[in-house]
């Protein structure tokens, strides 16, 4: 802190300036900027969950594949938040939104899992053992281009 004393006509006037004021708000910001991140953090671990549990799930996605077939629940309300092409299939009278399910055959299941998760948590892990992953690299980004 900082004080400085000027006597003026008889009269003392002191100016002071409060540097703690500035450190506080510096410190406030700091930790609001914390908080956000760990909310942030919460939110992404939250729609994992979400995601992985099919909690209130009210879309079925099912992936033919040479195995089968293999099922995925997931949610309409954060697909079309998340995708312009998959809020439009949702909005008009397309059988994907009349019976609840979405078909995939041309996208393994794999990739579609890995784009279901870049669509709810905003990322997804490339690192990842598998014995054809140039392939599943060419999905993902054929999904990519077809729904976000």
Known sequence: MEVYR???DGSLTLYIRIEQLERSVQSVQSTVASKGI?????????LKTLLESG??????IKVKGVG???LFKAHRCILAARSAV???MFATEMM???????VVDDIGSDAVQMILEYIYCGSVDLDIETDSKEKLIMEL???ADKVI
């Open 96 to 102: 994907e939104r009349i019976t609840g399910e979405l």
């Open 86 to 88: 998959l809020q439009r």
């Open 68 to 70: 089968g077939v293999k």
């Open 38 to 46: 760990e909310a942030e953090k919460r939110v992404i671990r939250d």
């Open 141 to 143: 980004i054929y999904a």
């Open 55 to 60: 909690i209130e799930a009210d879309l079925e």
């Open 6 to 8: 000027v006597l003026v």
